[in-house]
């Protein structure tokens, strides 16, 4: 039977696994399939590149033995805080890829964005309302969405879990 902490440490590292997939896959479509990314989609990793080191750090204070829950529960809050925007985000590019608004002027001059992590200002970017790929009717941007909001709800599920045992170590 697993231990209190190798349950929690599995959660953090199933939703790991999970976020490096979908950066790996968006790398994927882009590098192997040919699709340009937007201005909003290279936002869109943002929370990807922020949530994978924080839920690495998670799942390694998980590993050795005895971990500050309070660390590991802010760790987990971070996350949920992270793909809760992103999605929001990845709704806001969907719309504008629907054209039910338009999107910001970087997303038709492809400038503007490079202030941030990572640096945009060489980035190959198209237009935002330019939905290259849909399955199911979502596009890259609406499985985003999905995606992030399925991260956020296992974060929450990891957060909630470190409740039961108070504030202080993991070490059940």
């Avoid at 349950?7 to 790991?16: Q, S, V």
């Avoid at 999970?18 to 790996?24: E, H, K, R």
């Avoid at 290279?42 to 390694?60: D, E, G, K, M, T």
């Avoid at 969907?94 to 990572?118: F, K, R």
Wanted: charge should be positive; charged fraction near 10%; hydrophobic fraction near 50%.
């Amino acid at each position: 039977m697993a231990t209190v902490r190798e349950k929690i440490r599995n959660i953090a590292l199933l939703t790991l696994a999970l976020a490096a997939v979908t950066i790996i896959g968006a790398w994927g479509f882009e590098i192997i399939g040919g699709y340009k990314p937007c201005a909003l989609c290279l936002q869109q990793r943002w929370a990807y590149y922020f949530s994978l080191p924080v839920l690495a750090l998670v799942s390694i204070r998980l590993s050795t033995g005895v971990a500050d829950i309070d660390v590991v529960r802010w760790g987990f809050v971070a996350v949920v805080l992270a793909m809760l925007m992103n999605a929001g985000l990845g709704a806001y590019h969907s719309g504008v890829e629907w054209g039910w608004w338009a999107g910001p002027d970087a997303c038709s001059t492809g400038a503007g964005l490079s202030g941030g992590l990572p640096d945009l200002s060489k980035a190959r970017v198209i237009n935002c309302s330019d939905a290259q790929w849909r399955f199911l009717g979502l596009s890259f941007a609406g499985w985003n969405v999905v995606i992030s909001l399925i991260l956020a709800g296992m974060a929450v599920t990891g957060a909630r879990s470190t409740y039961r045992y108070g504030s202080s170590s993991v070490s059940q």
